[in-house]
């Protein structure tokens, strides 16, 4: 027996409201035994928006904290030595602004900034293909990260500038194998960056490698995620040593943290989620070799809305019992010497380097520009949503079990969720209005001419090739708006709308006949004749800054192959210029996606616009996190159809979409003609 390992770091991903409200709950989540935050911020903050912004609207403080200047981020942490916390902040695009708020805070406390420990979440290239809370175009990003990742190679040495994050890409449909590949090629294209840059002399570069994180995700296949991770490692070892030079073992420790798997929790039956997030913990846990240094868990019902408190902590008491209780800890690695782990570990590892130089090869005809050229074709988009639609494809057909969802669906009435409206927690709509106010204040409180002196001389850096920390710390301390600062250099950078990948995405499902395709296709094309239609239109549109658009791209995908001309033009789309689209291209369905809780207020909008645009005959449907009482309010407000997590059937949601068009259009049901019989 070895001597006891030291426990993962213990984080709940949590934030929301305000800033006091989450500071209330980082101090609690602290007090039960969570040795780490994970914060959270909302999508204005994330996408460089102030709470006031147009875009902003419904998603203030709705999937995690408002921060729009150094007087929020005070309050956040509040009562928190920084100097004794080890904080993971998932931000992105604004990273560097966040960065900067978090240590001008840290200076006030009277911590020495060059012992600060944490992570920013800083990958800007799986944002262009997951989660969509990109700002500028790649070139831009890229020099964003390199900046910071010199800045804190001097300046805070402790600090992870970067999480390389292939959770999100998993998220959005990626095999393990797209997993690893494609976040290796980020990290690659980062540190070539970097080196390149010529800000980090070159023997420094082990302390930029030490400093690398990845943030990965672990679905339920848990043999093999836990060999994902095994081939991750190895992988991240080749590579540090053959194309980097670092000698130093240490150094090229591969460092990640994880979240397990979002994407399999059901909205049927959510107490076997437990089951699903234990299971998905011991792939990143079981494996001493390969084994993360910071968990977090999902709440069982996040697939109904926010969790409560009482829903992180027991997350968070799922890790301390296995981290204290069970005998995990003493021994050495348990799969040494294991001829499945070894074989399938192999088999990932040929995959992923096959893929990778597939994609690096691609950089280098462009110039050398590693990842960024696949993504701007849009290759890596289109293989996601390919990979997303081939996984739906396997759950529609039976082939891939979820239980509860697609076999064994009976169930007793559930005591978890016999109430649905307290089951979740509801972000109080006045909680908005108080950050209006607040940044008002501030914005009238503060030195005006210090901010604007500030935010200039962050766009002449902008447009030089010095690095950009500097005049983002100076705008932090003048009292700088998170928008402002994403506004200064989107007038220098510009702004980037990624490709959706749905053009390019292959057929998933076969319109075999007598097949539910073959069906909803016969009765596209019926309605689009009685219409008097070349084809059925159907619009999909993401309103809001929620840009989680895994769901849109399938209905958009699965409503293209069976039949309709779908319009989508990717996420970040404002009511107006959804009903905009929807009259310029005289669509026939507008279907809403909307995961971040926006819908009680974007969904009547757009219904309203319609209505004052003379659009009366157009169905509205919804899709995405909306609790029961919600879904019913839109219906009364003149939804015609709500769909959520449970409806994993996107055939038979296409087939309703057809039948909410011949209900709007005053056309009887559709019934398929009798098949021909010979005699």
């Given at each position: 027996?070895?001597d006891?390992?030291?426990?993962?770091?213990?984080?709940?991903?949590?934030?929301?409201?305000?800033?006091?409200?989450?500071?209330?709950?980082?101090?609690r989540?602290?007090?039960?035994?969570?040795?780490?935050l994970?914060?959270?911020?909302?999508?204005?903050?994330q996408?460089?928006?102030?709470?006031?912004?147009?875009l902003?609207?419904?998603?203030v403080?709705?999937?995690?904290?408002?921060?729009?200047?150094v007087?929020?981020?005070?309050?956040l942490?509040?009562?928190?030595?920084?100097?004794?916390?080890?904080?993971s902040m998932?931000?992105?695009a604004?990273?560097?602004?966040l960065?900067?708020?978090?240590?001008?805070?840290?200076?006030?406390q009277?911590?020495?900034?060059?012992?600060?420990?944490?992570?920013t979440?800083?990958?800007?290239?799986?944002?262009?293909l997951s989660?969509?809370?990109?700002?500028?175009?790649?070139?831009?990003?890229?020099?964003?990260?390199t900046?910071?990742?010199?800045?804190?190679?001097?300046?805070?040495?402790?600090?992870?500038?970067?999480?390389?994050c292939?959770?999100?890409?998993?998220?959005?449909g990626?095999?393990?194998?797209?997993?690893?590949?494609?976040?290796?090629?980020t990290?690659i294209?980062?540190?070539?960056?970097?080196?390149?840059?010529?800000?980090?002399?070159?023997?420094?570069?082990?302390?930029?490698?030490?400093?690398?994180?990845?943030?990965?995700?672990?679905?339920?296949?848990?043999?093999?995620?836990?060999?994902?991770?095994?081939?991750?490692?190895r992988?991240?070892?080749?590579v540090?040593?053959?194309?980097?030079?670092?000698?130093?073992?240490?150094?090229?420790?591969?460092r990640?943290?994880?979240?397990?798997?979002?994407?399999?929790l059901?909205?049927?039956?959510?107490?076997?989620?437990?089951?699903?997030?234990?299971?998905?913990?011991?792939?990143?846990?079981?494996?001493?070799?390969?084994?993360?240094?910071?968990?977090?868990?999902?709440?069982?019902?996040e697939?109904?809305?926010?969790?409560?408190?009482?829903?992180?902590q027991?997350?968070?008491?799922?890790?301390?019992v296995l981290?204290?209780?069970?005998?995990?800890?003493?021994?050495?690695?348990?799969?040494?010497?294991?001829e499945?782990?070894?074989?399938?570990?192999?088999?990932?590892?040929?995959?992923a380097?096959?893929e990778?130089?597939?994609?690096?090869?691609?950089?280098?005809?462009?110039?050398?520009?590693?990842?960024?050229?696949?993504?701007e074709?849009?290759?890596?988009?289109?293989?996601?949503?390919?990979?997303?639609?081939?996984?739906r494809?396997?759950?529609?057909?039976?082939?891939?079990?979820?239980?509860?969802?697609?076999?064994?669906?009976?169930?007793?009435?559930?005591?978890?969720?016999?109430d649905?409206?307290?089951?979740?927690?509801?972000v109080?709509?006045?909680?908005e209005?108080s950050?209006?106010?607040a940044?008002?204040d501030?914005?009238?409180?503060?030195?005006?001419?210090?901010?604007?002196?500030?935010?200039e001389?962050?766009?002449?850096?902008a447009?030089?090739?010095?690095?950009l920390m500097?005049?983002?710390?100076?705008?932090?301390?003048?009292g700088?708006t998170?928008?402002?600062w994403?506004?200064?250099?989107?007038?220098?950078?510009?702004?980037?709308?990624?490709?959706?990948?749905?053009?390019?995405?292959?057929?998933?499902?076969?319109?075999?006949?007598?097949?539910?395709?073959?069906?909803?296709?016969?009765?596209?094309?019926?309605?689009?004749?009685?219409?008097?239609?070349?084809?059925?239109?159907?619009?999909?549109?993401?309103?809001?800054?929620?840009?989680h658009?895994?769901?849109?791209?399938?209905?958009a995908?699965?409503?293209?192959d069976?039949?309709?001309?779908?319009?989508?033009?990717?996420?970040?789309?404002?009511?107006?210029?959804i009903?905009?689209?929807?009259?310029?291209?005289?669509?026939?369905?507008?279907?809403?996606?909307?995961?971040?809780?926006?819908?009680?207020?974007?969904?009547?909008?757009?219904?309203?616009?319609?209505?004052?645009?003379?659009?009366?005959?157009?169905?509205?449907?919804?899709g995405?996190?909306?609790?029961?009482?919600?879904?019913?309010a839109?219906?009364?407000?003149?939804v015609?159809?709500?769909?959520?997590?449970?409806?994993?059937?996107?055939?038979?949601?296409?087939?309703?979409?057809?039948?909410?068009?011949?209900l709007?259009?005053?056309?009887?049901?559709?019934t398929?003609?009798?098949?021909?019989?010979?005699?």
């Amino acid at each position: 027996m070895a001597d006891r390992d030291r426990p993962w770091l213990m984080r709940t991903y949590a934030g929301h409201s305000t800033a006091s409200d989450s500071n209330a709950l980082y101090r609690r989540n602290l007090a039960k035994g969570q040795t780490g935050l994970s914060v959270a911020f909302d999508l204005p903050t994330q996408t460089g928006y102030d709470s006031d912004h147009v875009l902003a609207r419904g998603e203030v403080g709705r999937v995690g904290v408002p921060v729009g200047h150094v007087g929020d981020m005070r309050t956040l942490f509040e009562g928190i030595p920084l100097d004794r916390t080890n904080t993971s902040m998932t931000i992105n695009a604004t990273a560097m602004w966040l960065l900067a708020l978090y240590q001008v805070v840290a200076e006030e406390q009277g911590a020495d900034i060059s012992g600060l420990t944490g992570t920013t979440q800083n990958d800007i290239v799986k944002e262009y293909l997951s989660r969509g809370t990109h700002v500028f175009p790649p070139g831009p990003s890229v020099r964003l990260i390199t900046d910071m990742i010199a800045y804190t190679v001097g300046r805070l040495p402790k600090w992870n500038p970067i999480n390389i994050c292939s959770y999100h890409l998993q998220e959005a449909g990626a095999t393990p194998v797209q997993e690893i590949a494609y976040a290796m090629c980020t990290a690659i294209s980062v540190l070539d960056a970097v080196r390149d840059s010529g800000q980090v002399p070159a023997e420094r570069m082990g302390e930029v490698v030490a400093r690398i994180s990845f943030f990965v995700n672990a679905g339920v296949r848990f043999v093999e995620e836990m060999c994902k991770m095994r081939a991750f490692a190895r992988l991240w070892e080749k590579v540090t040593l053959e194309r980097y030079g670092i000698q130093d073992a240490k150094q090229r420790r591969f460092r990640y943290g994880v979240q397990v798997n979002s994407l399999g929790l059901t909205e049927a039956q959510p107490e076997n989620n437990v089951q699903r997030i234990v299971l998905e913990m011991l792939a990143v846990t079981l494996s001493k070799d390969a084994r993360a240094r910071a968990v977090q868990l999902p709440a069982w019902n996040e697939a109904l809305g926010l969790p409560r408190p009482w829903d992180q902590q027991w997350s968070l008491r799922i890790q301390q019992v296995l981290a204290y209780e069970s005998d995990l800890l003493e021994y050495g690695d348990l799969f040494n010497g294991s001829e499945v782990v070894e074989a399938k570990t192999a088999e990932l590892l040929a995959g992923a380097e096959a893929e990778i130089a597939k994609v690096l090869e691609m950089g280098a005809r462009a110039g050398n520009r590693g990842i960024i050229p696949a993504v701007e074709s849009g290759y890596l988009k289109s293989s996601l949503v390919a990979s997303h639609a081939a996984r739906r494809a396997r759950i529609e057909s039976g082939e891939d079990k979820i239980v509860g969802v697609n076999c064994f669906d009976t169930t007793e009435e559930s005591p978890l969720t016999a109430d649905l409206d307290t089951a979740i927690m509801v972000v109080d709509p006045a909680a908005e209005q108080s950050v209006l106010a607040a940044l008002e204040d501030w914005r009238a409180r503060r030195d005006e001419a210090a901010a604007q002196r500030a935010l200039e001389e962050l766009k002449a850096v902008a447009a030089t090739d010095a690095n950009l920390m500097a005049p983002t710390l100076d705008c932090a301390r003048a009292g700088v708006t998170t928008g402002e600062w994403a506004f200064a250099l989107r007038e220098v950078f510009g702004e980037y709308r990624a490709p959706t990948g749905v053009g390019g995405a292959p057929v998933a499902v076969a319109a075999e006949p007598g097949g539910e395709l073959a069906a909803v296709r016969a009765a596209v094309a019926a309605t689009a004749a009685e219409l008097g239609a070349g084809k059925l239109r159907l619009l999909v549109g993401k309103p809001g800054l929620d840009g989680h658009s895994n769901g849109a791209e399938q209905i958009a995908v699965r409503a293209r192959d069976a039949g309709f001309e779908v319009v989508y033009q990717g996420i970040r789309l404002t009511p107006e210029q959804i009903v905009s689209a929807a009259v310029a291209e005289d669509v026939h369905c507008v279907g809403l996606s909307i995961l971040s809780g926006a819908h009680t207020e974007l969904v009547p909008d757009v219904l309203r616009r319609l209505h004052r645009a003379g659009v009366e005959d157009v169905p509205v449907i919804v899709g995405g996190i909306i609790p029961a009482a919600d879904g019913e309010a839109l219906k009364a407000a003149g939804v015609a159809a709500v769909f959520t997590p449970k409806d994993f059937g996107i055939t038979t949601i296409i087939g309703r979409i057809v039948d909410e068009i011949r209900l709007a259009n005053r056309l009887q049901p559709w019934t398929p003609e009798p098949a021909a019989t010979t005699s």
